[in-house]
């Protein structure tokens, strides 16, 4: 998060929506309130990140071959081809596209 917050990031054009989503979750399964998904929200409203707009472009083709090759939704691929795409460094906790990430050669960043 500190790297984001000095030096921006890109994301998928579906991140906004699976950040709101994922805090929604939180709030129903009681872990979050909503005046606390709202900060949160705001928090990153602040930050230097920007959506692609040539998401949906890959979603047919190299979106779906990374999703089938590594087993991985094609959400989660998105951000594999993102990364690949944009020669940059994948920021994920999760093990799949960690993964993936490095069998497609990708420098990572979180854990």
Same mark, same amino acid.
């Given at each position: 998060m500190m790297q984001v917050a000095g030096e921006g +990031? %890109? %994301?998928? =054009? *579906?991140? #906004?929506?699976?950040v709101a989503n994922g805090l929604q979750s939180g709030i129903r399964r009681r872990r979050l309130t909503a005046s606390k998904r709202d900060a949160l929200l705001a928090a990153l409203a602040e930050m230097d990140i920007a959506a692609d707009a040539e998401t949906g #472009? $890959? =979603?047919w083709t190299t979106t779906v071959r990374l999703a089938e090759r590594h087993s991985?939704? *094609? $959400?989660? +691929?998105?951000? %594999?081809?993102?990364a690949q795409r /944009?020669?940059?460094?994948? =920021?994920t906790l999760d093990a799949a596209m960690r993964n993936a990430g490095r069998a497609?050669? /990708? =420098?990572l960043l979180g854990i």
């Open positions: +990031a %890109v %994301v998928p =054009a *579906i991140w #906004r929506l699976e #472009r $890959y =979603a991985l939704t *094609i $959400y989660d +691929a998105s951000y %594999v081809e993102l /944009l020669s940059f460094p994948l =920021a497609c050669g /990708l =420098a």
